[in-house]
T-cell receptor
Framework: GESVGLHLPTLSVQEGDNSIINCAYS??????FIWYKQESGKGPQFIID?????DKRQGQRVTVLLNKTVKHLSLQIAATQPGDSAVYFCAESTSGNTPLVFGKGTRLSVIA | DVKVTQSSRYLVKRTGEKVFLECVQDMDHENMFWYRQDPGLGLRLIYF???????EKGDIPEGYSVSREKKERFSLILESASTNQTSMYLCASRGLAGNTDTQYFGPGTRLTVL
């Protein structure tokens, strides 16, 4: 398959373990954050989002944590499965119509 | 479910050709975007649009133009394709869902310029 990015940070986890993917953002005015998953050759897929008035939000097997003090965002995936192997991007935006700012991505590899 | 569709998954064109990449969304979103994605460079914003007939330059607009005649459709145009425009092109739309302004992507068009 195609690579969506070379020289990306890579996280390798054993199947069944939990994964934590981190993202630092720079704009203290950012108030909305999204995590995307991108599989090889496909467009980014929305996973979960969080507003700045929250510290934590949970979805199905995923949790997003937001630490505004240190401008840090993390995505936790519980019981990681082979189908979770992909590149994960965080994105941030400020209120209004400003375009999202994307991180470079982290490649998650799940070892069966 | 939000659906963003792109006219082609794969496209091969020759240098100097005019290329049209079409994107359609079915969620009545105001905002639409065109990105290109290259290994090691991440997602780069080419153009975006907040409304019909409106367009704004992104980070790398050179060599591209766009058209938004209808709310659901946003077209990217390569006036004279060049080999350095070989890339994955991603369209996205963004609009209010509840109290969030979630952005959704299309499947991408892999363009090769020979």
């Amino acid at each position: 398959g195609e690579s969506v990015g070379l020289h990306l940070p890579t996280l390798s986890v054993q199947e069944g373990d939990n994964s934590i993917i981190n993202c630092a953002y720079s704009n203290s005015a950012s108030d909305y954050f999204i995590w995307y998953k991108q599989e090889s050759g496909k467009g980014p897929q929305f996973i979960i989002d969080i507003r700045s008035n929250m510290d934590k939000r949970q979805g199905q097997r995923v949790t997003v944590l937001l630490n505004k003090t240190v401008k840090h965002l993390s995505l936790q995936i519980a019981a990681t499965q082979p189908g979770d192997s992909a590149v994960y991007f965080c994105a941030e935006s400020t209120s209004g119509n400003t375009p999202l700012v994307f991180g470079k991505g982290t490649r998650l590899s799940v070892i069966a | 479910d939000v659906k963003v569709t792109q006219s082609s998954r794969y496209l091969v064109k020759r240098t100097g050709e005019k290329v049209f990449l079409e994107c359609v969304q079915d969620m009545d979103h105001e905002n639409m975007f065109w990105y290109r994605q290259d290994p090691g460079l991440g997602l780069r914003l080419i153009y975006f649009s907040y409304d019909v007939k409106m367009k704004e330059k992104g980070d790398i607009p050179e060599g591209y133009s766009v058209s938004r005649e209808k709310k659901e459709r946003f077209s990217l145009i390569l006036e004279s394709a060049s080999t350095n425009q070989t890339s994955m092109y991603l369209c996205a739309s963004r609009g209010l869902a509840g109290n969030t302004d979630t952005q959704y992507f299309g499947p991408g068009t892999r363009l090769t310029v020979l």
